[in-house]
C-alpha cells in the first residue's frame, strides 16, 4: 500500500496508542493548526487502574472503556485508525502498520505502553494470566470463578483443596489488589452460594521476591497494606522466587511448592516490540530512554511517553502510573502546538499528587505529599480520586452505583463465565 501524505501547509502529528499518555496528547492538540492520526490496536481507550475489578466480577468492561472514536469525535482535526504499528522509518519520517499501509509524519508521539513481562519465561504466559487487557481480565475472571465451580463438583479432598488455592505473583499495587480481591470474592461474595465446598475456605497466597510488598511506598504503609491483606485471609511469602509455574501450581527456589489451579501474574511489565524495533537505546524493561523533553535521542520530531519511556527525574525513572502519562500527553501535545525547536523546551517535571491502592472493602493505602492515609479513609480517597479521573459522566454514574450497590448488598453482578471458542463445554471441564 501506498504513504498517505499529510494536508498542504498543516503538519501532521501521529500518535500511536489511545491510552491516558496518547489521549491526553491529542485533546491538547485539539484547536492546534495540525491534522492528527491516532492509531490504536483497539477500539477503546481502557482505564487501566480499575482493570483488576473486571477480572474479580466487580465491574463489566464497557464502565471501564471508551471508544476512542467516541471521546475525539468533536476534534474536527483529529482522525482515529484501528490498527498496529510494524515498524518507524526514522529517516523517512513513516510508520508502517501491520497491513503495510504507510503513513508520513511531521511529529510522532509514541504512547503504546506496555505488555505483561514473564522475564524470559513465556512458557508460563498459558498457565499464569498476566493483566493488562480486557481480554486479560476476562480471562482471570474466567479461571477465578471456573475454579470454584470445578472444585464444586470435584470429590477427591486433595483436588478441592488445589482448586481452592489461589496464587499472585508479584507484591506491587495489581499483586496486592488481585489478592485482596479474591480473598474478598471468596470470604464474602460465594459465601453461602454453594453446597459442596465451602468457598470461605479458599487460600490466596501473594508471592514477593522482596522483603515487603509496595516496595514503591513507605515502610509504614507497605505494613499496613501487609496487616490489612492478614486481615482478608491472605498468605504472605516474600523473599520467595519463582522457579516455575505449571497447571498444578508453582514450585519455589527453595524447593517449596505451592499447589493450586489458579496462578494469577503481576510481577512485571516491559514495552511493547515497537519500542525494541527502532534502533535507540533502551533499559531492561524495553523503554525507550528520553530526554528531559520526553523526545528520542536525535529525534527533536519524536517522543516517547507513558510505559514506553524512561524519563529519569531526580535521578530515577519514573513509574508507570497513569497520571505521569497524563502529565507527559499534555507536555508533548503543548510542545507540537507551539512548535517548539529543542533548545526552547523547558524540561518535563513530574508533579506527584499522591499514590494510592485498594485492598478490599474499606481498606486501602494512600501517600499524598508527606500525609500517609490507611484503611477507611485511604479507601474513600481512592474512591474519590478515581471516579474523577473515570473517562465519561456516564461511567462515573454507572460505577458509582455499581459500588454501591456491591458495598451495601456484598454481591458482585458481573460474574459471568463465558467459553473461548474451540474450548470444551464448561460443565465437561468441570467434571476433568
Given at each position: 500500500?501506498?504513504?498517505?501524505?499529510?494536508?498542504?501547509?498543516?503538519?501532521?502529528?501521529?500518535?500511536?496508542?489511545?491510552?491516558?499518555?496518547?489521549?491526553?496528547?491529542?485533546?491538547?492538540?485539539?484547536?492546534?493548526?495540525?491534522?492528527?492520526?491516532?492509531?490504536?490496536?483497539?477500539?477503546?481507550?481502557?482505564?487501566?487502574?480499575?482493570?483488576?475489578?473486571v477480572?474479580?466480577?466487580?465491574?463489566?468492561?464497557?464502565?471501564?472503556?471508551?471508544?476512542?472514536?467516541?471521546?475525539?469525535?468533536?476534534?474536527?482535526?483529529?482522525?482515529?485508525?484501528?490498527?498496529e504499528?510494524?515498524?518507524?522509518?526514522?529517516?523517512?519520517?513513516?510508520?508502517?502498520?501491520?497491513?503495510?499501509?504507510?503513513l508520513?509524519?511531521?511529529?510522532?508521539?509514541?504512547?503504546?505502553?506496555?505488555?505483561?513481562?514473564?522475564?524470559?519465561?513465556?512458557?508460563?504466559?498459558?498457565?499464569?494470566?498476566?493483566?493488562?487487557?480486557?481480554?486479560d481480565?476476562?480471562?482471570i475472571?474466567?479461571?477465578?470463578?471456573?475454579a470454584?465451580?470445578?472444585?464444586?463438583?470435584?470429590?477427591?479432598?486433595?483436588?478441592?483443596?488445589q482448586?481452592?488455592?489461589?496464587?499472585?505473583?508479584?507484591?506491587?499495587?495489581?499483586?496486592?489488589?488481585?489478592a485482596?480481591?479474591?480473598?474478598?470474592?471468596?470470604?464474602?461474595?460465594?459465601?453461602?452460594?454453594?453446597?459442596?465446598?465451602?468457598?470461605e475456605?479458599?487460600?490466596?497466597?501473594l508471592?514477593?521476591?522482596?522483603?515487603?510488598?509496595?516496595?514503591?511506598?513507605?515502610?509504614?504503609?507497605?505494613?499496613?497494606?501487609?496487616?490489612?491483606?492478614?486481615?482478608?485471609?491472605?498468605?504472605?511469602?516474600?523473599?520467595?522466587?519463582?522457579?516455575?509455574?505449571?497447571?498444578?501450581g508453582?514450585?519455589?527456589?527453595?524447593?517449596?511448592?505451592?499447589?493450586?489451579?489458579?496462578?494469577?501474574?503481576?510481577?512485571?511489565?516491559?514495552?511493547?516490540?515497537?519500542?525494541?524495533?527502532?534502533?535507540?537505546?533502551?533499559?531492561?524493561?524495553?523503554?525507550?530512554?528520553?530526554?528531559?523533553?520526553?523526545a528520542?535521542p536525535?529525534q527533536?520530531?519524536?517522543?516517547a511517553?507513558?510505559d514506553?519511556?524512561?524519563?529519569v527525574?531526580?535521578?530515577?525513572?519514573?513509574?508507570?502510573?497513569?497520571?505521569?502519562?497524563?502529565?507527559?500527553?499534555?507536555?508533548?501535545?503543548?510542545?507540537i502546538a507551539?512548535?517548539?525547536?529543542?533548545e526552547?523546551?523547558?524540561?518535563?517535571?513530574?508533579?506527584?499528587r499522591?499514590?494510592?491502592?485498594?485492598?478490599?472493602?474499606?481498606r486501602?493505602?494512600?501517600?499524598?505529599?508527606?500525609?500517609?492515609?490507611?484503611?477507611?479513609?485511604?479507601?474513600?480517597?481512592?474512591?474519590?480520586?478515581?471516579?474523577?479521573?473515570?473517562?465519561?459522566?456516564?461511567?462515573?454514574?454507572?460505577?458509582?452505583?455499581?459500588?454501591?450497590?456491591?458495598?451495601?448488598?456484598?454481591?458482585?453482578?458481573?460474574?459471568?463465565?463465558?467459553?473461548?471458542?474451540g474450548?470444551?463445554?464448561?460443565?465437561?471441564?468441570?467434571?476433568?
Amino acid at each position: 500500500m501506498g504513504s498517505e501524505q499529510a494536508a498542504a501547509g498543516r503538519p501532521r502529528v501521529v500518535i500511536v496508542g489511545g491510552g491516558f499518555g496518547g489521549l491526553w496528547c491529542a485533546r491538547r492538540l485539539a484547536t492546534a493548526a495540525v491534522d492528527i492520526v491516532l492509531i490504536d490496536r483497539t477500539n477503546h481507550h481502557l482505564f487501566q487502574p480499575l482493570l483488576y475489578q473486571v477480572a474479580m466480577a466487580g465491574l463489566s468492561p464497557a464502565e471501564i472503556a471508551a471508544p476512542i472514536r467516541s471521546l475525539l469525535r468533536s476534534q474536527r482535526n483529529t482522525r482515529v485508525l484501528l490498527g498496529e504499528v510494524a515498524s518507524v522509518d526514522l529517516a523517512r519520517r513513516q510508520v508502517a502498520l501491520d497491513d503495510g499501509a504507510l503513513l508520513d509524519y511531521d511529529w510522532l508521539v509514541l504512547a503504546a505502553g506496555a505488555k505483561t513481562s514473564y522475564f524470559g519465561h513465556d512458557a508460563w504466559e498459558n498457565v499464569a494470566a498476566g493483566l493488562k487487557t480486557v481480554e486479560d481480565a476476562l480471562e482471570i475472571r474466567r479461571r477465578v470463578l471456573l475454579a470454584f465451580e470445578r472444585a464444586e463438583r470435584a470429590t477427591d479432598v486433595a483436588q478441592v483443596e488445589q482448586l481452592l488455592t489461589f496464587v499472585v505473583v508479584g507484591g506491587g499495587p495489581t499483586g496486592v489488589e488481585l489478592a485482596g480481591a479474591i480473598a474478598e470474592l471468596a470470604h464474602t461474595v460465594l459465601a453461602n452460594e454453594f453446597r459442596h465446598i465451602d468457598p470461605e475456605r479458599a487460600k490466596v497466597v501473594l508471592v514477593d521476591g522482596g522483603d515487603r510488598i509496595l516496595g514503591g511506598f513507605p515502610a509504614t504503609l507497605s505494613q499496613s497494606a501487609a496487616e490489612q491483606l492478614g486481615e482478608l485471609g491472605v498468605h504472605l511469602r516474600l523473599q520467595a522466587r519463582v522457579e516455575d509455574i505449571d497447571a498444578q501450581g508453582v514450585t519455589l527456589a527453595d524447593g517449596q511448592r505451592i499447589a493450586a489451579s489458579t496462578v494469577l501474574w503481576a510481577a512485571g511489565v516491559r514495552a511493547t516490540r515497537l519500542s525494541e524495533s527502532l534502533g535507540v537505546p533502551t533499559d531492561r524493561a524495553g523503554r525507550v530512554v528520553v530526554g528531559h523533553d520526553c523526545a528520542l535521542p536525535g529525534q527533536p520530531h519524536m517522543f516517547a511517553i507513558g510505559d514506553m519511556a524512561n524519563l529519569v527525574q531526580d535521578g530515577q525513572p519514573l513509574p508507570g502510573l497513569c497520571p505521569v502519562a497524563m502529565q507527559q500527553g499534555t507536555y508533548v501535545g503543548d510542545v507540537i502546538a507551539r512548535r517548539l525547536p529543542k533548545e526552547r523546551r523547558a524540561p518535563f517535571h513530574y508533579i506527584d499528587r499522591g499514590t494510592m491502592a485498594t485492598i478490599g472493602r474499606s481498606r486501602a493505602i494512600a501517600w499524598i505529599g508527606d500525609t500517609e492515609l490507611h484503611g477507611y479513609p485511604a479507601w474513600v480517597a481512592w474512591l474519590v480520586i478515581h471516579l474523577m479521573q473515570l473517562i465519561g459522566f456516564r461511567n462515573r454514574f454507572v460505577v458509582l452505583v455499581t459500588w454501591a450497590w456491591s458495598y451495601f448488598s456484598y454481591k458482585r453482578g458481573a460474574r459471568l463465565i463465558t467459553e473461548r471458542k474451540g474450548e470444551k463445554s464448561l460443565v465437561r471441564a468441570a467434571k476433568a
